[in-house]
């Protein structure tokens, strides 16, 4: 059974605090790793990993893959209260039919 | 470009009653379609996927079925809600066998079971 655990479940920062959410896998098959921003309704995406090692960046996030160990990083720095959601980690595997497994996400809380 | 619709936004159902969710994919063909369900605000668990019309497969028994009557249309159902289908539902569409940025999801069914 494919596996995805996230931590912490919850953490609570001020702006301008640097934040690590981690993501370790347990998938069949694993093609690649996606990160997703929730906030009110439906997640938006953030990055999609493939290689290991190789460092995804969008402005102050940033997110890095290790195959071997199985796991995944996301950074946030220079934290901003609209930063506030769940962080979603997906690995993607399986079947050609792209089924992503999540795992339970981290409630990110930057008051100002 | 490619959108999502999916509704009602929100549903308050008695227990017993049955459960009809649409969702709909404009701008594209032969989508793979997912529906979701998200517990309390944590992780999603996948309900139903389909790479097709009338090809349906299900990740977890349970008291739902999915239909797919048209290519773009992926319907979740239910005959008989229990307290314990209560829940955010979502749809999702990814392109067939791209390597693409991950699913596209809809806005999201909030549904209560009272």
């Known amino acids: 059974e494919d596996k995805v655990v996230q931590s912490p479940l919850s953490l609570v920062v001020h702006e301008g605090d640097t934040v690590t959410l981690n993501c370790s896998y347990e998938?069949?098959?694993?093609?690649?790793l996606l990160w997703y921003k929730q906030e009110k309704k439906a997640p938006t995406f953030l990055f999609m990993l493939t290689s290991s090692g190789i460092e995804k960046k969008s402005g102050r996030l940033s997110s890095i893959l290790d195959k071997k160990e199985l796991f995944s990083i996301l950074n946030i720095t220079a934290t901003q209260t609209g930063d506030s959601a769940i962080y979603l980690c997906a690995p993607a595997g399986g079947t050609s039919y792209g089924k992503l497994t999540f795992g339970q996400g981290t409630i990110l809380t930057v008051h100002p | 470009s490619q959108t999502i619709h999916q509704w009602p936004a929100t549903l308050v159902q008695p227990v017993g009653s049955p459960l009809s969710l649409e969702c709909t994919v404009e701008?594209?063909?032969?989508?793979?379609l997912y529906w979701y369900r998200q517990a309390a605000g944590r992780g999603l668990q996948l309900l139903f996927y389909?790479?097709?019309?009338?090809?349906i497969s299900s990740e977890v028994p349970q008291n739902l079925s999915a239909s797919r009557p048209q290519d773009r249309q992926f319907i979740l159902s239910s005959k008989k809600l229990l307290l314990s289908d209560s829940g955010f539902y979502l749809c999702?569409?990814?392109?067939?066998?791209?390597?693409?940025?991950?699913?596209?999801f809809g806005s999201g069914t909030r549904l209560t079971v009272v």
């Open positions: 999702a569409w990814r392109e067939a066998g791209v390597r693409s940025r991950g699913y596209t």
């Open positions: 701008g594209t063909s032969n989508p793979n």
């Open positions: 389909s790479v097709g019309i009338g090809q």
């Open positions: 998938v069949t098959n694993f093609r690649s």
